[in-house]
């Protein structure tokens, strides 16, 4: 198996400009989970999914981001409009049972 | 919600030695501990778990120790090598596919 996949695996972007973060996690796998990881937060979970179903978004920081799961084998996680201070990495994540496996991320940068 | 806290946040030792890594949790409800490592600009990678009806698991240099009544765990590594230079993240979650919650890393570096 490829393992998670995400692209793209950068993004330079200016400020108000909307950004499209996608995911594909590995197959059978019926949790997927979006997270971002900063200097000064460290890794935060944004939302995660049950068999395509959003089922936690506590962690979406506002309005300005939003996520979907149309089908089982992908996801976006979208900001509009991005600000300097979403710069991050975004992980996406996916899991059968406990145990999660990450992809290797989109590295976000919003001037 | 959950808490974890981690520490030491840096740790260096010499190879050869061993490293030690400790977090305590807030929830009582959570029963999934697992350890990620995480080199520069690459993904987290898990590298061993814990549930908490088990003390103790080991695999090969890396062992990871559960104390569920005071509510920490910790990861062991022996003989220490320079790959094992990286930041090692606890996490901690409740049911199943937990939703988890990272502590803050600890950087170790394995100095020759």
């Known amino acids: 198996d490829a393992g998670v996949i995400q692209s793209p695996r950068h993004e330079v972007t200016e400020m108000g400009q909307e950004v499209t973060l996608r995911c594909k996690p590995i197959s059978g796998h019926d949790y997927l989970f979006w997270y971002r990881q900063t200097m000064m937060r460290g890794l935060e979970l944004l939302i995660y999914?049950?068999?395509?179903?959003?089922?936690?978004d506590s962690g979406m920081p506002e309005d300005r981001f939003s996520a979907k799961m149309p089908n089982a084998s992908f996801s976006t996680l979208k900001i509009q409009p991005s600000e300097p201070r979403d710069s991050a990495v975004y992980f996406c994540?996916?899991?059968?049972?406990?145990?999660?496996?990450f992809g290797p991320g989109t590295r976000l940068l919003v001037l | 919600g959950e808490n974890v806290e981690q520490h030491p946040s840096t740790l260096s030792v010499q190879e050869g030695d061993s490293a030690v890594i400790k977090c305590t949790y807030s929830d009582s409800a959570s029963n999934y501990f697992p350890w990620y490592k995480q080199e520069l600009g690459k993904r987290p990678q898990l590298i061993i778990d814990?549930?908490?009806?088990?003390g103790e698991k080991k695999d090969q240099r890396i062992a990871v120790t559960l104390n569920k009544t005071a509510k920490h765990f910790s990861l062991h590594i022996t003989e220490t090598q320079p790959e094992d230079s990286a930041v090692y993240f606890c996490a901690a979650g409740t049911g199943t596919a937990s939703k988890l919650t990272f502590g803050t890393g600890t950087r170790l570096q394995v100095t020759l």
């Open positions: 814990i549930r908490s009806n088990v």
């Open positions: 999914f049950n068999n395509n179903v959003p089922i936690d």
């Open positions: 994540a996916s899991s059968f049972g406990d145990a999660q496996y």
